[in-house]
């Protein structure tokens, strides 16, 4: 179960690295990606959505640094 989570966030944040920033309709793919990846884990679907939202908030706007790529900045995010 585990495995199949990992697998998932890596193409999630490999999806990622060609942005140079992060945009809404990234940020809504992975966060969709995200959603399944918990739903198949058994993450209680409240749960799932309140933290996805949360994360969206926190994401939208979100000034990268200069040091940082966009898999990064998601990572820093989540």
Excluded at 3 to 27: M, V
Excluded at 57 to 67: D, L, N, P, T, V
Aim: hydrophobic residues 45%; glycine residues 4%.
């Amino acid at each position: 179960m585990f495995d199949n989570f990992q697998n998932k966030l890596g193409r999630t944040l490999s999806f990622l690295k060609g942005t140079a920033r992060l945009k809404p309709a990234d940020i809504d793919q992975a966060l969709a990606t995200l959603k399944d990846s918990f739903l198949e884990a058994d993450v209680d679907f409240d749960v799932t959505s309140r933290f996805l939202e949360s994360m969206k908030q926190k994401a939208i706007g979100q000034k990268i640094a200069e040091s940082l790529t966009p898999s990064q900045a998601f990572i820093k995010i989540l």
